[in-house]
Nanobody, 128 residues
Framework: QVQLEESGGGVVPAGGSLRLSCAAS????????MAWFRQAPGKEREFVAA????????YYADFVKGRFTISKNYAQNTVYLQMNSLKPEDTATYYC?????????????????????WGQGTQVTVSS
C-alpha cells in the first residue's frame, strides 16, 4: 500500500473552482492506477475520475465530464483534480485512491473496493 494525503478542499460558491491534490508517499506511485471518488452524507462512495500509471488515459464520471480534469505530476508524486463550474450537488468528501493493478484493463476502476490505498478525504462544499 501507498500512503495518500488529500488537500485543497474548501467552501466555494456555485460556479467556482477548486484544485484538489493527492500526495503519495512513495516513488513507486508512478506505476499506480490513481482515482478520485467522492461521498456525500447518506450516499455511497462514487467514482469521479481516474488516470492510468502513464498518465496517458483518463476516465471521468458522466456528471463531471467537461468540468473536472485529473492529472499527475511525477516529480512531486502528486495527482490533481481540477474542478471548475462547481455545483451544489458536487458537495461531498473527496477521496484519493490508488492501486498497483491496471484497473481499467479489468474494467472495474469504478469500484471502490478494488483499490488498496485510500487517503483520509478532503471536504468540498459548494454553496448555492
Amino acid at each position: 500500500q501507498v500512503q495518500l494525503e488529500e488537500s485543497g478542499g474548501g467552501v466555494v460558491p456555485a460556479g467556482g473552482s477548486l484544485r484538489l491534490s493527492c500526495a503519495a508517499s512513495e516513488r513507486t506511485f508512478s506505476s499506480y492506477f490513481m482515482a478520485w471518488f467522492r461521498q456525500a452524507p447518506g450516499k455511497e462512495r462514487e467514482f469521479v475520475a481516474a488516470i492510468t500509471w502513464s498518465g496517458g488515459t483518463t476516465y471521468y464520471a458522466d456528471f463531471v465530464k467537461g468540468r473536472f480534469t485529473i492529472s499527475k505530476n511525477y516529480a512531486q508524486n502528486t495527482v490533481y483534480l481540477q474542478m471548475n463550474s462547481l455545483k451544489p450537488e458536487d458537495t461531498a468528501t473527496y477521496y484519493c485512491a490508488a492501486d498497483p493493478s491496471p484497473l481499467d484493463y479489468y474494467g472495474n476502476y469504478k469500484v471502490p473496493r478494488m483499490y488498496d490505498s485510500w487517503g483520509q478525504g478532503t471536504q468540498v462544499t459548494v454553496s448555492s
